[in-house]
């Protein structure tokens, strides 16, 4: 089993920035790839961006490319999204997810992100 557990939301306005954390933790934890994903209300939840585990390679959605930052302290077991510039449209319940090898297997309760203009 692993745990995820966000940290970092909050409300911002337009322009400002936000530092995401999720701690994981548990005995088997050896994930490929760590991911965060968004859910605005009314919508599906969307991928945001993935870093593997080992050689920290990223992903990132179209939406936030130049904007947020994903990464990764190993030694902490934690991953961290940055994000900059922020945009009304970024207004979501923001989760951490854990992938072992092809699906992601465990998330985390999510952080609000309010972003006013």
């Known amino acids: 089993q692993v745990q995820l557990v966000e940290s970092g939301g909050g409300l911002v306005q337009a322009g400002d920035s936000l530092r995401l954390t999720c701690a994981a933790s548990g005995r088997t934890f050896s994930p490929y790839a760590m991911g965060w994903f968004r859910q605005a209300p009314g919508k599906e939840r969307e991928f945001v961006a993935s870093i593997t585990w080992a050689g920290g390679s990223t992903n990132y959605a179209d939406s936030v490319k130049g904007r947020f930052t994903i990464s990764r302290d190993n030694a902490k077991n934690t991953v961290y999204l940055q994000m900059n510039s922020l945009k009304p449209e970024d207004t979501a319940v923001y989760y951490c997810?854990?992938?072992?090898?092809?699906?992601?297997?465990?998330w985390g309760q999510g952080t609000q992100v309010t972003v006013s203009s």
């Open positions: 997810a854990y992938k072992h090898t092809i699906q992601y297997d465990y």
